[in-house]
């Protein structure tokens, strides 16, 4: 019987995203998350007394130079050798644009496979051979599995590869193969990277995506962790999902329905909150809360919007003792009023929203709008201006967007309540 | 969509309360509800209904939450009805007919997609309202787009909302500028991305410190090696420059050795070990010596001791007999003393025994001794004698005593009088007792009887109206309390109607006198051109110009034909001029004095309308007085069969609860009167009772008329007498009987005691013959005769016991002299002529000192073994050392011990010189390095010793060069080690990007914001201005008309012009023409102004779209009557279209609605 443990995607020093700062969120408790995270996985590795660690690619973020993050890395690697515990990485498309990666000095415990061809290293100890290819370029556009060897008799087989397999929403198409690929080379194990989300694509012959470590964004949600492998002597494998992420990242939608006061709304928010909080398990929670529903409240919420927001994080504050950060709030109501029959009804909000409409559905008035933004496009930091973290102010998707927003944030303050009815 | 009726079911303060719009078809409806009423309350509900009650609500203080009802039938304009009930909870609001929920979108079809606060916007008003929409017209400046815009939708203030947004805007970002929140930001961003790359380090950077690390290393080694070999060449020219002069010393003394040719080699302990040896042989001698000499003392003196041993083995005998002799000297001296006290003794036995009488002998005494027994006898039955004694007199006197008491007793019952049985009586007073103080019952009765009667007669006499008997009063049935309420409130409704009619008729009678004067006033400002005097004149005029054509045409024709002209015209020519200058000033009057003529037109139609409405006022007097009078008939004839002429009901009312209060008082009366009656019989028939008592216990009966206190108190008294009679008598029969009882026993006790005195004689005769006494001796004399033999045995005794111990003392001493003799001729012959005290003290002493002596004896022989032993130890020492030097002169190779000095010096002297040349050799294999000393005595002879210093020198340089050399490169590996421990994976760059991700995050936020506001602003303004041009025109119009007629024409209507920044801004028109701005209204024209401006709206929007009911809360309260008749005027004929629900206050705005609002079109309600 041995051990081993399957990680990948650990993007070091990935800093996390979205995270405005306010007055009472827990800074000091969220720095260096992805360096806590290896260090739990290193913890778990000697804890557990594996037999070797394997990392399936993207052990840095492409563009980050800082070659203290390869330090650090090397030096959580170093105690891994104290206690002869061998780990083989292989080279993903972030790690191949790194600076990191390439001129790193890894301690002699650490093996990369080749990127030039299929290598197979073979632990003849415990009769398991590894065979893996790493990327020599960010933009693999091969099929990789389709070279790799066919198994090895009398051992325990394991592929390690970086790939995007046939595709997941929101990573690039790297490496692409067909479970068929892996399955024909008679494996016992392939350990898959790339994919953020852990995915169990095959129980037999196991393929999967371990996921990443620590979830970096609110697009990366719930727990993230290693996968931890038992094989037994008669090749029996099993396998433990092991938690190792110090940060974890939350969506809480709060259902403002037909909610009348802002008092009612926070109600709803505290607990759903506390429904969060109740599954953290002592980790500290990135919250994004979402109200949305067609309700009363939308005019209190939409007239002070920022104070609301502050509210929510002071909630936050107060009920997580420093274990919450809320990511972002959105305040996602509208106005419980029929639209579509106001906007045929003969009065000055029924013209408003015909008008809006006209606005709304004509290219040559969407591109005329867009013009309003160009000065502030042109002044923006790069990172908003591409990438998946780009504010789209120019699209005409965008524009409608904001248009139908406009019309909420118009409405409640054209409503002025005359006599207190 | 109108209401057709509004039901407060259960809502506030009201409860089944329905507001009836539906009776004018297209009305005004007028609610009006002074403060408190409830208005507030029902506002709420209308939209509460509408859309719901909401969840947090305060009008609930009366009725639950869940019993909330508020119900409406609402009709649409395409005609379709629905009717709802609405109640309060989450969900199936909207209730039908028979309670059951239906869906919330049947009442969407009626609301138009609106929800409470967008129909409140638009379709409701208040004064509040109408003021801040006034205010935000002048502070506007009356841009005609947002004031359009503004009334249109029913908002107060349009440019407050625009200017939020671009302000809000303006706060997020600025294309110029550090401030805005976006600007700020992406400063921030941007400084700090500059940081975080500076705190980033390069791998290049790492990987040059890390090279150069590794030459330096590397370098250290080469010149570390270098340096050990320049060192081990410079210690070896040290080592042999040292070893050359001790190689010299070596060599120098190899020769000495030679020299001294062969040596007997001592060990060097030797010469020590001899010289110790020669002294323990020397000590050795002369201990024996001395030992010897103290053996010979000590034998001396053991010769001298000879303990005695026959002594000794006798030694417990001899100090046995020692201790008797104290005891046999004691008792020689006691002796004569014990033989006195005999005699002593029997010569007191024998001064008893003469007192004892001639009976007693000393010889024969002893068998006259008493036993115990008989003693304790005699002494026990004198004692009894006197008790016997005692008793007997006792129960002699007793019964004596006894039979007197008995005599007296028995004279005393023949005294008492015969017996009575007065139970009966005492029985039947209790049960007239139990009924309590009946005649103080019958004075309290006769007292209330009393009271009460003067009481009937003064609510007789305050009952009014009533002219028969009281008991007749009994018999009448008077209405109910209910009917009389009931026909007070039907006069006071009666009453109010009349009141109301007739003050209306006052007030119309008032208005056409007002009219007439008004009238008069005109007429009295000169006559009034009429238009029928104009037509009358010019028709006059026309006749005139026919003839003038006539005779223009026809001059043939008769002139006498002609009209009538006045006579005082001369010519048809002048008549008819003057005719049409006669229409000519008519008419000219009439459009010079129009204004006038209008008035008085407007008066005469106002005066008809106010005479119509006073007959049609009279006729309405006439039937309420009508209805009036057939009450009071009704009223009078329910009275009838009671035989009272009715006043007003209040005070029958009043009559009624007094009539009441009689018919019970005189009830009661009666009740009080029975009681009263009832008494008084029981009372005589339980004196009667008691009067036969007494008669049977022969007492003399008591007359009826005594007062039933005293007759109870008396019967009681006859009672207790003949009962103390009975207990006496009783008593004294008991007495005797017990007397009766006492003497008996008194008669047997002295019989007893009687018999005990005979018995003891008897007994006491036999006792004392003993004592050789009489039977009739006292007991005293017994007691004396008893104590004397007592004490004559008692000497006797104590006379025999001393003769005893006499003989025994001279046993002892002779058995004493015995023994002393017996010892002392076994041992000492010579202390047998001793008396025996002094020969047992003798022998005493002569034992203690042979016990003194053997222990002597064994001590001296215990130190003559120990000498002996000593002297042994010594022997054996000399000989061992004298062995021991044999053996060492033999070592030597001499014959004796003096020799040994000599030879031990030389084999010292040889073993000196071996071991400096050992030392030194020691030396030099230290400088040979590990080649052996002849191999360094053989390199040092190749050497030139004079050259070694200056070689030496040559090499110290060299090695101090290549040490510098070393230490630099040790501060080159210190200093890059020190770098490279600085680039220790430390986080700071990677905190400072996450730091950066927060920033980014704020600005993607603000960003996104900004777009909002941004579009929002943009999309607002873009409408407000295509509004404007939509609808200025018909709008400003309509407005500009309403604005007229609510000005009562102080301006004439509404234009657009533009500012001087050419913004379209409303504008006011005077009937002179001149133009006023909004800034230049006054308060009170801007809220008109923007009521006009809302109306005219409203009315735009009724062109096409589903009228909605407009709701107006008192907007009139700052308009003055005038203004006000105006402006309900207008909404009169707005209302045709759309219906309007008027809530006021105000009782002067429903007078003036009254006044102006057609009859038909104005509904009043009342809360």
Redesign the interface.
Not at chain 2, 199 to 207: A, D, F, M, R
Not at chain 2, 993 to 1005: F, H, P, T, V
């Given at each position: 019987m041995f051990k081993f443990i399957h990680t990948a995607d650990i993007h070091l020093d990935s800093p996390l995203r979205g995270l405005s700062r306010y007055e009472g969120a827990p800074i000091d408790s969220i720095r260096g998350a992805t360096r806590e995270a290896l260090k739990g996985l290193v913890r778990t590795a000697m804890d557990e007394g594996v037999a070797f660690i394997v990392i399936a690619g993207d052990l840095f973020d492409g563009d980050w130079k800082d070659y203290n993050t390869g330090l650090f890395f090397a030096s959580q690697m170093s105690k891994l050798r104290e206690r002869d515990i061998p780990v083989f990485c292989l080279t993903g498309n972030h790690d191949a644009s790194s600076v990191i990666t390439k001129t790193l000095k890894m301690p002699s415990n650490v093996h990369l496979f080749s990127t030039s061809r299929p290598e197979t290293i073979l632990l003849r100890d415990i009769a398991v051979a590894l065979h893996g290819q790493g990327f020599s370029r960010p933009d693999m556009g091969e099929n990789l599995a389709a070279h790799y060897p066919p198994a090895r008799d009398g051992f325990y087989n394991i592929g390690v590869l970086h790939t995007a397999a046939n595709g997941r929403e929101g990573h690039e198409l790297y490496a692409p193969c067909k479970i068929q690929d892996l399955t024909s080379k008679g494996y016992d194990y392939w350990a898959l990277g790339h994919i953020h989300k852990r995915e169990i694509l095959l129980g037999s012959p196991w393929i999967l995506f371990s996921g990443n470590i620590q979830g970096r964004h609110i697009r990366e949600t719930g727990p993230k962790g290693c996968s931890l492998v038992t094989v037994e002597d008669d090749g029996t494998t099993n396998i433990q999902e092991v938690f190792l992420d110090v940060v974890r990242w939350v969506r809480a939608n709060v259902d403002a329905t037909g909610v009348d006061t802002g008092e009612e709304v926070m109600d709803q928010v505290r607990s759903t909150l506390e429904r969060a909080l109740a599954k953290a398990e002592g980790r500290l929670l990135a919250i994004r809360v979402c109200v949305t529903g067609a309700c009363g409240a939308h005019e209190v919420l939409n007239a002070e919007h920022e104070r609301w927001v502050n509210q929510i994080r002071a909630e936050a504050t107060d009920m997580g003792g420093g274990d919450v950060w809320i990511e972002k709030v959105l305040l996602q109501t509208y106005l419980p009023l029929d639209l579509e029959k106001l906007a045929s009804s003969e009065s000055p909000v029924g013209d408003l929203l015909r008008y809006i409409h006209k606005i709304e559905t004509d290219p040559k008035e969407l591109s005329e709008l867009a013009k309003v933004f160009s000065t502030l496009i042109s002044r923006l930091p790069i990172e908003l201006r591409y990438g998946e973290e780009a504010v789209d102010l120019e699209k005409p998707k965008a524009l409608q967007e904001m248009i139908r927003d406009a019309k909420q944030v118009l409405l409640p303050r054209m409503i002025a309540r005359s006599l207190n009815l | 969509m109108r209401l057709l009726t509004f039901e407060l079911s259960a809502y506030g303060s009201f409860k089944d309360r329905t507001l009836d719009f539906s009776a004018s078809k297209a009305g005004m409806p007028l609610v009006y509800g002074p403060n408190e009423a409830g208005k507030?309350v029902a506002?709420?509900a209308?939209?509460g209904f509408f859309f719901g009650i909401?969840?947090?609500t305060g009008d609930n203080f009366i009725h639950p939450n869940a019993r909330l009802r508020i119900g409406a039938k609402i009709i649409h304009s395409d005609g379709s009805e629905l009717y709802a009930i609405r109640r309060k909870g989450?969900k199936d609001t909207l209730l039908n007919h028979s309670g059951d929920p239906i869906p919330e979108a049947a009442l969407?079809k009626y609301l138009?997609?609106?929800?409470?606060?967008?129909f409140?916007?638009?379709y409701?008003?208040?004064h509040?309202?109408l003021v801040a929409g006034g205010k935000a017209l002048v502070a506007g400046g009356g841009d005609v787009g947002q004031s359009l815009?503004a009334a249109?939708?029913?908002?107060?203030?349009?440019r407050g909302?625009v200017e939020?947004?671009e302000s809000e805007a303006g706060s997020l970002?600025k294309?110029t500028g550090k401030n805005p929140k976006?600007?700020r930001l992406?400063q921030d961003?941007?400084s700090l991305?500059h940081r975080c790359a500076n705190?980033?380090?390069?791998?290049?950077?790492?990987?040059s410190h890390?090279e150069s690390l590794d030459f330096a290393t590397k370098e250290k080694e080469i010149v570390g090696r270098e340096l050990l070999k320049l060192s081990s060449e410079r210690h070896r020219l040290e080592r042999l420059h040292q070893a050359i002069p001790r190689i010299a010393r070596l060599l120098a003394l190899r020769a000495e050795m030679k020299e001294m040719g062969e040596v007997r080699r001592l060990p060097p302990e030797f010469s020590k070990q001899r010289r110790e040896t020669e002294n323990i042989l020397h000590r050795s001698q002369s201990t024996e010596a001395r030992v010897r000499k103290d053996l010979e003392n000590i034998q001396r003196e053991l010769s001298r001791i000879s303990p005695e041993g026959s002594l000794i083995k006798a030694q417990e005998e001899i100090r046995a007999l020692f201790l008797r002799s104290g005891s046999h000297k004691k008792a020689m001296m006691d002796l004569p003393k014990r033989m006195a006290d005999k005699e002593r003794l029997l010569e007191e036995a024998q001064a008893i025994l003469k007192k004892l009488g001639p009976a007693w002998e000393l010889q024969n005494a002893d068998s006259r001794r008493l036993t115990d027994a008989l003693v304790a006898r005699i002494r026990k039955l004198g004692r009894e004698l006197d008790p016997i004694l005692e008793r007997r007199a006792a129960a002699k006197r007793l019964s004596l005593e006894l039979e007197s008491e008995i005599l007296t007793a028995k004279e005393d019952l023949s005294h008492m009088p015969s017996e009575k049985d007065p139970e009966r009586l005492k029985a039947a007073l209790n049960r007239i007792l139990k009924q309590g103080d009946l005649s103080e019952r019958l004075n309290t009765i006769n007292g209330h009887l009393r009271e009460h009667q003067e009481n009937l007669d003064a609510l007789r006499k305050g009952l009014g109206f009533w002219e028969g008997s009281l008991d007749a009063l009994e018999g009448v049935n008077p209405p109910q309390e209910e009917t009389i309420d009931q026909f007070e409130s039907d006069f006071a409704a009666g009453h109010s109607k009349l009141e109301r009619a007739d003050q209306a008729l006052c007030e119309q009678r008032e208005r056409l006198f007002g009219l007439e004067r008004q009238m008069e006033a005109l007429k009295a400002a000169g006559s009034i051109p009429k238009v029928s005097d104009l037509e009358q004149a010019r028709k006059h005029r026309d006749e005139g110009w026919r003839l003038v054509m006539k005779s223009w045409l026809e001059p043939t024709s008769d002139k006498t034909n002609g009209p009538s002209f006045d006579a005082e015209v001369k010519t048809l020519a002048e008549e008819y001029e003057k005719r049409v200058r006669t229409a000519d000033e008519i008419a000219d009057r009439l459009r010079n004095e129009s204004e006038r003529v209008a008035k008085q037109a407007s008066l005469m139609a106002d005066r008809q309308e106010v005479e119509k409405r006073i007959v049609s006022l009279s006729e309405a007097l006439e039937g309420l007085q009508e209805e009036h009078l057939v009450l009071e008939r009704a009223w009078n004839k329910l009275w009838e069969n009671v035989g009272i002429s009715p006043r007003k009901p209040r005070e029958m009312r009043a009559w009624l609860q007094r009539y009441h209060k009689l018919v019970e008082e005189m009830s009661y009366q009666r009740t009080l009167m029975e009681n009263s009656e009832g008494l008084e019989t029981l009372i005589k028939e339980h004196k009667s009772v008691l009067n036969k008592h007494l008669k049977a216990l022969g007492e003399t009966p008591v007359g009826n008329d005594e007062n039933l206190d005293s007759f109870l108190n008396r019967c009681e008294a006859v009672g207790n007498r003949i009962e103390d009679a009975r207990k006496k008598r009783e008593n004294l029969i008991q007495h005797l009987r017990d007397l009766d009882r006492k003497s008996s026993i008194a008669t047997h006790n002295l019989e007893q005691a009687e018999e005990a005195l005979k018995s003891w004689q008897k007994m006491w005769g036999q006792a004392v013959e003993h004592l050789a006494l009489e039977s009739s001796a006292l007991p005293a004399e017994a007691d004396a005769v008893l104590d004397r033999i007592q004490a004559l045995f008692d000497r006797m005794d104590q006379a025999s016991m001393m003769q005893s111990r006499v003989q025994a003392m001279e046993r002892d001493a002779e058995e004493f002299s015995n023994w002393v003799g017996d010892l002392c001729s076994r041992l000492a012959p010579d202390l047998n002529k001793k008396s025996p005290e002094t020969a047992a003290r003798e022998l005493n002493e002569r034992l203690d000192k042979a016990l003194a002596d053997t222990a002597r004896f064994q001590e001296l022989e215990k130190q003559q073994r120990s000498l002996v032993k000593a002297i042994q130890v010594e022997e054996i020492a000399l000989e061992e050392s004298q062995a021991k030097l044999a053996e060492m002169c033999r070592e030597a190779g001499v014959g004796s011990y003096e020799e040994l000095p000599e030879i031990e010096e030389r084999s010292d002297l040889f073993r000196e010189k071996q071991e400096k040349i050992e030392a030194l050799e020691q030396e030099l294999v230290g400088y040979s390095a590990g080649a052996g000393i002849e191999a360094l005595i053989q390199e040092t002879e190749e050497m030139n010793a004079d050259a070694l210093p200056a070689e030496m020198e040559a090499l110290d340089r060299h090695i101090q060069a290549m040490e510098g050399k070393r230490s630099e490169l040790d501060q080159l590996i210190g200093r890059e080690r020190a770098v490279l421990a600085g680039?220790?994976?430390?986080?700071?760059?990677?905190?400072l990007?996450?730091?950066?991700?927060?920033?980014?995050?704020?600005?993607?936020?603000a960003?996104?914001?900004?777009?909002?506001?941004?579009?929002?602003a943009?999309?607002?303004r873009?409408?407000i201005e295509?509004?404007r041009e939509?609808n200025q025109g018909p709008i400003l119009k309509r407005a500009g008309e309403i604005f007229a007629a609510i000005t009562l024409n102080s301006f004439k209507g509404l234009v657009p012009d533009f500012d001087h920044k050419d913004n379209p801004i409303l504008i006011g028109v005077r009937p002179t023409k001149e133009k006023v701005s909004v800034e230049g209204m006054s308060d009170g024209t801007s809220d008109q102004l923007y009521l006009a401006l809302r109306l005219a709206?409203l009315e735009q929007?009724l062109?096409?779209?589903?009228p909605m009911p407009l709701?107006l809360?008192d907007i009139l309260i700052n308009f003055d009557d005038d203004r006000s008749c105006a402006t309900l005027k207008v909404l009169e004929a707005l209302s045709k279209k759309t219906q309007i629900i008027f809530f006021t206050h105000h009782r002067r705005i429903l007078e003036l609605a009254r006044a102006n609002v057609r009859q038909e079109a104005l509904v009043e309600h009342y809360l």
């Open positions: - | 507030s506002l709420r209308l939209t909401p969840s947090r989450q969407g138009e997609g609106m929800n409470r606060d967008l409140s916007t638009m409701a008003m208040d509040e309202i815009f249109g939708m029913g908002v107060a203030d349009m909302l939020a947004l970002f294309p976006i600007n992406i961003f941007k991305k705190k980033s380090l390069s791998s290049k950077e790492w990987i890390n680039m220790d994976g430390r986080s700071e760059a990677a905190e990007a996450e730091k950066s991700q927060g920033i980014l995050a704020d600005l993607r936020d960003v996104e914001r900004y777009a909002r506001v941004t579009v929002s943009l999309l607002l873009k409408e295509r509004y939509a709206s929007r062109l096409d779209g589903e709701i809360d």
